[in-house]
């Protein structure tokens, strides 16, 4: 149903008269009308997420968000069970809508509730895409925003994150297997190549070389106005097994490595080996500038004493890694201002990975705060295993440090998780911009709902019901949660599950 609105009706005091707008009625407001919530009675075609507006006596239109929509009617137990005997009930039914109240923009450009609930009766109405950009300062900062996708269902109004404020104060991604995490990120680390940012990935599973070449053009790339292309010339790969991953060699410096934190990796109790371990290093390091790990063995196989072939055995499983060479891999080989650098983990023990997750981290921190590398990006896949909420990993304490301080030195962290509960929550607290994907593991939902600021129960329970690429995004310049439809990958999509049949 379509009605003429004259908008001077009441004093708008947020903006300048625009005369006689055409909006849809969807509803009568009806019942108990708080300032931050009401209901209506639903007259017209209206979902659950979707923007209304109400004209108010005193602040003028006003935006909402319907949170919820029930079905009420007069039908008992009683008389279902008279229709199912097949007598002819008279069945009386009408939707309700419940809608949480965003606000309005005051003389100023600030956003206000209005402070005196709206009078039973008011018209509810569909919201237009300006009221809704409008009100949620919704803004198309194409120089400095990463475009990520499209408000969802209202795909005429793009969604920009502001990329300084990723670097300044973190991201983190929080999905359930399937639900689109690798392929949003794909998305994000497009943006950052477009706009020259430079950045680190650690890729648990070799997703993300296929960065370099360009998707297959579908519709939806026209309908969010996206070119596929590929980005071959701006990223590096590393790997430890350069051969597996068709990467090149990453590898460290032993003699960077303490006793303790080599005894840490491999798991053995300090009290009983450090002596000896410290011991042959020292000799190693008063000898020689560079050792490896075949000269310690050989040094400790010389004191012929059999208390030691546990740290022996240890040792040589490290050396047949091969991520120790005499001459690591120098940081400015892997951070290169504007280029993409992916540290491809797939196919690496999990303690190796934790290994280089430690290193690697510790380095870009260390070097980012003298200044000899540009600001970066450090984004990390599978962020719970190297920064468990129970538990520690020898990668936690750097990463933790990185999060509290890292926004200082222009050095930004994205994490990425399947599972939300089992991230450190120090970690995940510093992250001011949050993307979620669908969640539904209840312990997952309530860390999410304790992390995020201005969720309502609709929309935490919305999460659990979400399509595919369909993610809520808050934090950063988005003022208060939102519903985006992730813009289709200008790259291929190299996170795809493996058909078995």
Not at 262 to 275: E, G, P, T
Request: proline residues 5%.
């Amino acid at each position: 149903m379509e009605e003429v609105v004259d908008s001077k009706a009441v004093e708008l005091p947020y903006e300048k008269e625009q005369g006689r707008e055409r909006l849809k009625r969807v509803g009568i407001i009806y019942g108990e009308v708080g300032t931050t919530q009401f209901t209506f009675s639903v007259t017209g075609s209206v979902e659950q997420g979707d923007y209304v507006q109400v004209l108010h006596e005193k602040f003028g239109w006003v935006l909402g968000r319907v949170d919820e929509i029930k079905r009420k009617t007069n039908l008992s137990i009683e008389k279902a069970k008279e229709m199912l005997l097949g007598s002819d009930i008279e069945v009386k039914e009408m939707l309700s809508a419940t809608v949480v109240v965003i606000g309005y923009r005051d003389r100023k450009g600030f956003l206000q509730y209005p402070r005196i609930p709206f009078r039973v009766g008011s018209i509810v109405y569909l919201a237009q895409d300006s009221f809704i950009k409008k009100v949620i300062g919704i803004e198309e900062i194409k120089n400095t925003g990463a475009y990520i996708g499209r408000l969802f269902r209202y795909r005429s109004i793009p969604i920009y994150l502001d990329i300084n404020a990723m670097v300044q104060k973190h991201v983190s991604i929080l999905a359930k297997t399937g639900a689109g995490k690798s392929y949003l990120t794909g998305v994000l680390l497009e943006e950052l190549l477009k706009h020259g940012v430079t950045a680190v990935v650690v890729d648990s599973h070799g997703e993300y070389p296929s960065l370099k070449y360009p998707a297959k053009k579908t519709k939806l790339h026209d309908e969010f106005k996206v070119k596929p292309r590929g980005y071959a010339s701006k990223i590096k790969v590393f790997s430890p097994d350069p051969q597996l991953n068709n990467a090149k060699p990453l590898k460290f410096t032993l003699a960077a490595m303490t006793p303790r934190e080599l005894l840490n990796l491999m798991n053995l109790d300090a009290r009983q080996y450090l002596i000896p371990l410290r011991k042959a290093m020292d000799l190693l390091k008063m000898s020689r500038k560079y050792f490896t790990i075949r000269d310690i063995i050989r040094l400790l196989e010389s004191e012929e004493n059999n208390n030691l072939a546990p740290l022996i055995s240890q040792l040589e499983y490290l050396d047949e890694m091969g991520v120790f060479d005499k001459k690591g891999t120098r940081i400015d080989e892997i951070v290169e201002k504007g280029k993409l650098s992916i540290i491809n983990l797939r196919g690496i023990p999990p303690d190796i990975q934790e290994l280089v997750v430690q290193r690697l981290s510790m380095a870009l921190f260390e070097l980012r705060k003298r200044g000899k590398i540009p600001p970066l990006m450090l984004v990390i896949e599978e962020a719970h295993n190297y920064a468990p909420q129970q538990g520690m990993s020898s990668a936690t304490k750097i990463l933790r440090t990185i999060a509290s301080e890292g926004r200082k030195f222009g050095l930004g962290l994205c994490i990425i998780s399947q599972r939300p509960a089992k991230v450190d929550k120090n970690i995940l607290s510093q992250c001011n911009t949050q993307i979620i994907l669908k969640v539904t593991n209840p312990n997952d939902l309530k860390a999410i709902g304790n992390s995020v600021e201005g969720l309502t129960k609709g929309s935490l329970e919305e999460i659990q019901r979400l399509p595919v690429g369909v993610a809520l995004v808050t934090g950063g310049n988005i003022s208060m949660p939102l519903f985006v439809e992730i813009r289709p990958r200008e790259t291929k999509h190299g996170g795809e599950s493996v058909k078995v049949i």
